[in-house]
């Protein structure tokens, strides 16, 4: 069984205004040649400058605020002023592409998510909305970058957009709101690391990249920490079974990568040293 991920609005492309952002974004599970409804998330009245999402549970402390959005089109402005890589350019552009589709594939993610016939916490719906729109506005910084320097044509995009993703090695990752939630967690964290750890490769392509590539750091750190207090906030008795699950985790780095978002560490800066150390500090977190 595949996951894709279609828009009534093709890629997120909105009208947007001062005050008003209204779209309707349609997920939807394909097999075979069927699509199957799955779930239809409307942001109304969301303008991503202001605090969003509009609906909140009714909680003292909600974790789905974000009270610093941004666009990447803001940031990466001047494409012909990113700077293409002098040396080892075919690896770069590996890497840039990666990150590229790897952010795009959060939409498949949520998608498999969305599938899932699992009780959900009344906050993980609203914490989920916003990684999404972090992730989507991943994907157009990336794309940003990958047309400006390496060529990205509208061609590339559209094999993008078929891109399908297999969560069969992971479904033991992914069976519950607890087990998703530090899969993510423990993603996002890998994730942070790893983009630090290639900031010099950013850095020489110009100082808007390097903003930019910062400003993903500190929503994949955000990600982190919500997905974190999700399972302190509505699984404070499983915190031992949450330690294992971690174990878990772990255990599956090394596994293809098959266009499932979650545990798409295949470059170089994903090393062992990484995975443990992500590992360790999310166990140290769990019990704090």
């Not at 999402?53 to 494409?79: G, M, S, T």
């Not at 509505?234 to 545990?263: C, S, W």
């Amino acid at each position: 069984m595949k996951y894709a991920y279609t828009s009534s609005v093709p890629d997120y492309e909105v009208l947007r205004n001062k005050s008003n952002l209204s779209f309707t974004v349609l997920v939807v599970l394909t097999m075979g040649s069927t699509l199957y409804y799955l779930d239809t998330i409307n942001m109304v009245d969301r303008d991503p400058r202001y605090r969003y999402p509009h609906i909140q549970p009714d909680v003292v402390d909600p974790i789905a605020i974000k009270r610093n959005p941004w666009y990447p089109e803001e940031i990466l402005n001047k494409p012909h002023e990113i700077i293409a890589p002098k040396e080892d350019y075919d690896e770069k552009r590996m890497i840039l592409y990666h990150d590229m589709v790897s952010e795009y594939d959060a939409r498949i993610f949520g998608a498999y998510v969305h599938s899932l016939s699992i009780p959900l916490s009344p906050e993980f719906g609203p914490a989920d909305e916003l990684w999404q729109i972090d992730e989507d506005n991943h994907y157009k910084g990336f794309r940003i970058i990958n047309r400006a320097i390496f060529g990205l044509t509208d061609q590339d995009i559209e094999k993008i957009y078929n891109r399908q993703g297999n969560f069969e090695p992971l479904k033991h990752l992914l069976s519950d709101e607890l087990r998703i939630c530090l899969t993510v967690a423990y993603d996002e964290l890998c994730t942070v690391r790893a983009y630090r750890g290639d900031l010099p490769i950013y850095d020489a392509m110009g100082p808007s990249v390097g903003k930019f590539v910062r400003r993903v750091i500190g929503d994949e750190g955000w990600h982190y920490s919500k997905f974190l207090r999700l399972v302190k906030r509505y699984h404070p008795d499983e915190i031992a079974k949450a330690l294992e699950i971690v174990n878990q985790i772990r255990a599956a780095e090394g596994l293809p990568y098959q266009q499932t978002f979650v545990m798409d560490h295949i470059e170089d800066v994903f090393t062992t040293k990484l995975f443990d150390e992500a590992e360790n500090v999310l166990k140290k977190n769990l019990l704090k």
